[in-house]
């Protein structure tokens, strides 16, 4: 199965959100089906086959989640940062100003959605393929 060690390389190649399909299909490569990224440190959960799972640590200090999120502002940061217009902390700076608490990619749907606080559904996209 994977390990942090190889999530964090894959990661390493990740310069702005221009690179993100790159990234997932390296994670597929892997063996990760899903993973959980949680705004507040940065941290995320991984999931595998025949519920392998591991866990990073915290990747920053805690960041302010905005208890009242702003789907608007954040679609907007987002295609910012996917055009590659921003680095990652950047982009995890505004998803806690836009109220994203976390963001959960599915490798076999290939989609990535985001949550805020309250567990409501901000946004679900389709991950583009490489």
């Known amino acids: 199965m994977f390990t942090?060690?190889?999530i964090k390389a894959a990661h390493s190649k990740v310069k702005s959100g221009a690179d993100f399909p790159k990234y997932i299909q390296d994670?597929?490569?892997l063996g990760v089906e899903a993973y959980s990224t949680y705004v507040i440190d940065g941290h995320a959960e991984y999931f595998g086959k025949n519920g392998y799972q591991i866990k990073s640590d915290a990747k920053y200090a805690d960041l302010n989640i905005?208890?009242?999120?702003?789907?608007?502002?954040?679609i907007n940061r987002l295609k910012f940062h996917q055009q590659g217009q921003s680095d990652y902390m950047t982009f995890c700076n505004d998803s806690a100003k836009?109220?994203?608490?976390?963001?959960?990619?599915?490798?076999?749907k290939m989609t990535c959605t985001?949550?805020?606080?309250a567990g409501n559904r901000m946004l679900e996209e389709q991950i583009p393929t490489v």
């Open 66 to 74: 905005a208890e009242k999120s702003d789907s608007q502002i954040f």
């Open 4 to 6: 942090i060690d190889q």
């Open 27 to 29: 994670l597929i490569g």
């Open 114 to 117: 985001y949550y805020d606080l």
């Open 98 to 108: 836009a109220g994203v608490e976390k963001w959960i990619v599915d490798t076999r």
